[in-house]
DNA sequence: ATGAAAGCGCTAACAT
DNA sequence: ATGTTAGCGCTTTCAT
């Protein structure tokens, strides 16, 4: 394994020298310069990564912190990893994947304050995270994937959900729906302040009112019985609902099938949007799901660029950046059958 | 940021003790120890990784070596990676994520001659893969997840392929099932010599022929769409058949998809078992399949664990570990349907 | 059982 | 434009 000694003997200059044509921070002559290249091609040179990093007190490597509990990663976390690990490689980093969760801080103190890391990624990030404050009062710079509750002053990147809804309800009322439900994540997730949960109930009410059309909102499991459960509980509450919109892919499709056994077509019948979805899902859903695209490679593209920025440039400013998932029409929406819904409305309000 | 020259001072003692009572590598009378422990708990110390990693030569850090290239990753692979992850850091380890595919092999080439990292995992290893030559040539510490065309001297843990493959048959068998589809990969992947596309299209022949009953294999796209359309080419050419198996969870909504609208049951006139299945997946179906499911974390942690151990003992013997998925029985696969079989089967002979 | 000191392979002043 | 050299914070001989 040569070394840079190795290196500036064959060049016949200093380790100095070798080291400035490696990082570029002091002007060489192009003469030395094509001879120390010529040294480390002939040497096959690689600078040793630990070496480097303790001098220079930057490791080019930065952590994506993520809870790995239960059920594994959705598709759009796993899209959101593979488009940050992309981003951080074309830079010239590398990521590091860190199970910690919101829950133990102690890992993450440790691993701030090993300095392995240059920076942080944080996923999963819940309204109030301890991971947040503690990053903070390390001084470690980093970056959310999602919000916090009180987001001032934090560099950020998430979904634009807001808008995201509006899209999805607009879509649908463009059709003619007049009654809608939202199956919206878990009630535990509710509770908790899951923050894509209450950004969207709150959007998916005020989408209701600017529309001046009514709807209901059934909690669910992120799941197909979840779904299924769900849009039994909405038909019950309003029968005469033709437009569905899903916060979860996996609901989403025990959702159709629930609305198939029960005799009704889908798009004929009832319409369903899908939220924060990824192409894999929606393409395997038979007709293949209408849905708002989660942008996950994306985001986590996005996020690791403000990251990098940042610690390029010391750059402490806030920063925002909010991506809506893009409407792709595919087979489960279509217009409003006016009869039905008129027809149920009335029996409704008997 | 305290260093170890801080807690030796603190604690009275030299830096050497302070490093031993770290590492453990020789005795440290209690009552020197306990002072070393109070230093660094009052100076919230923790070693630098960096200057930990350059002196010692290793930094406990593992990379998992991975192709990001289009459509992202599959549940199982998701499933993999955390399981590997999680394995890593129960044993004080880091994961890495590294996108080098077959292909780049100078990335590789410079990752492993930085000494950043202790060894690899090596993902969707290709029967001929030049990132395994080059590991070898590097003398690299490596685990395969999958194996190459010769195996020979290598560590590889792997999915139990032909297992598998024969236990899914065997479940159809017992159902009655006589005439199989094999729905497998696609044509470029088994022109490219994909291990598992390779393999289970061997099992299938041979537990086809051990078990006396006739079959059909038809290689498709990893999609819902593709799904649909080898079940009709298989359909066509067999028109007997009542079993099928699948290859791809994608591929297997499709074809669950398409057996719907053309009229059939599923489980009443067609079994369907998918294979390499994730349990999301399978409950997403409706009925839910009959799957083989993928040990993917399982595999990942195995993958590490040898990897780890070969670090930790300068093991190069040969390791071979293979995980068949386990079957589970859901709603896609019944008795078979003599009558109708016999009678298809009569149609076909004319 | 403990200490002193020589590196590990780089970066970045400080020289010239 | 280049060379000299003092660290970076640890591990690990070699002493005692």
Not at 139 to 166: K, M, N, W, Y
């Amino acid at each position: 394994m040569a070394t840079m000694t190795d290196v500036a003997r064959r060049a016949g200059v200093s380790v100095s020298t070798v080291s400035y044509v490696l990082t570029g921070t002091r002007p060489i002559s192009e003469a030395t310069r094509d001879r120390v290249l010529a040294a480390m091609a002939e040497l096959d040179y690689q600078p040793n990564a630990m070496a480097r990093g303790l001098a220079s007190r930057k490791s080019n490597i930065v952590g994506l912190l993520l809870p790995l509990t239960g059920r594994g990663l959705g598709a759009t976390e796993t899209a959101f990893v593979t488009g940050a690990t992309e981003a951080a490689r074309e830079a010239g980093y590398h990521l590091m994947l860190c199970p910690v969760g919101a829950a133990d801080s102690d890992e993450l103190q440790s691993l701030a304050t090993q300095r392995l890391l240059d920076g942080f990624l944080v996923m999963e990030v819940q309204l109030t995270d301890r991971r947040v404050e503690l990053l903070q009062k390390l001084e470690s710079p980093f970056v959310l994937i999602g919000r916090t509750e009180d987001g001032a002053g934090l560099a950020c990147v998430d979904i634009d959900f807001e808008q995201t809804v509006d899209d999805a309800v607009a879509h649908l009322v463009e059709l003619g729906h007049e009654t809608i439900a939202y199956i919206n994540h878990s009630p535990a997730s509710l509770a908790s302040g899951y923050g894509p949960a209450k950004r969207t109930e709150a959007a998916f009410q005020a989408a209701l009112e600017r529309h001046g059309i009514t709807g209901v909102m059934v909690p669910t499991e992120d799941t197909a019985t979840g779904g299924r459960a769900a849009i039994q509980r909405a038909r019950e509450e309003r029968p005469a609902l033709t437009g569905v919109l899903v916060m979860n892919e996996n609901a989403a499709l025990g959702i159709l099938a629930e609305l198939r056994e029960a005799g009704l077509d889908v798009p004929g019948d009832v319409s369903v949007v899908s939220m924060v979805t990824s192409e894999v899902v929606a393409d395997l859903a038979s007709p293949a799901l209408t849905a708002m695209t989660s942008p996950g490679a994306a985001l986590g593209a996005a996020a690791t660029r403000v990251l990098l920025k940042r610690l390029a440039e010391d750059d402490g400013s806030t920063y925002q950046e909010l991506l809506p998932c893009a409407l792709e029409v595919r087979g489960t929406s279509g217009r409003a059958k006016k009869g039905k819904a008129a027809r149920s409305a009335r029996a409704e309000r008997q």
